[in-house]
């Protein structure tokens, strides 16, 4: 599956935050890409500002269009709040997921172990990033996976009380989703009701 593989920092800078983790660079550069990044004062359509949430909220998960495109129809085909059912099933992806239980420290590193299937569902190896967890499900390191120094690293120091959505369980090194996370409890600094009106024009 195609990913977004340019420099990190300048999607960052574009968006003036730090959606892909900390980074040194953003610090000391917090505007945008390019020669006229520091003086750039144009203000932006309506539109743009709805496209540039859609954009970042594709960034951050690390979604390409036309998958996002299909994730936003599923949403809209759910009960619920279409902005929020959309974050759900974003949050619910299985390389976000084993991001946020702390087995990987970014979302991109989360993918990988993916890949490389380190990461079992319910005991069963799955090597598909956008794998959709269900409430129940436990996530965790794959038994020959569990000494990897990216995994113990990530770990160490890790607050698992995090996500109440999550409960870990240190025997396994991994944890069961609970529930949906509700919107108050995603931290990401998305407008999703932006990306809703956004598609529906």
Not at 13 to 22: C, H, L, T, V
Not at 28 to 52: C, I, V, W
Not at 140 to 167: C, D, M, Q
């Amino acid at each position: 599956m195609a990913r977004y593989t340019g420099p990190k920092t300048r999607i960052s800078r574009r968006f003036g935050e730090a959606i892909y983790g900390p980074d040194k660079v953003l610090e000391k550069r917090n505007f945008a890409p390019g020669q006229h990044g520091r003086d750039r004062r144009r203000k932006t359509s309506e539109y743009g500002l709805m496209l540039a949430e859609k954009q970042k909220a594709k960034y951050t998960y690390g979604v390409l269009e036309k998958q996002f495109r299909i994730l936003f129809e599923k949403a809209s085909r759910k009960d619920g709040v279409t902005g929020e059912v959309l974050l759900q099933m974003l949050e619910s992806r299985l390389d976000n997921v084993v991001y946020r239980l702390g087995i990987a420290p970014t979302r991109a590193a989360a993918r990988q172990l993916v890949n490389h299937k380190h990461i079992t569902v319910d005991g069963k190896v799955v090597g598909i990033p956008s794998y959709s967890v269900t409430p129940g499900q436990v996530v965790a390191v794959r038994e020959k996976s569990k000494s990897l120094e990216v995994v113990e690293a990530s770990l160490a120091g890790f607050n698992h009380s995090k996500y109440p959505w999550i409960e870990w369980d240190e025997n396994v090194k991994g944890g069961k989703l609970l529930h949906l996370p509700e919107r108050e409890s995603i931290p990401e600094n998305i407008k999703e009701q932006m990306i809703v009106e956004l598609y529906s024009k």
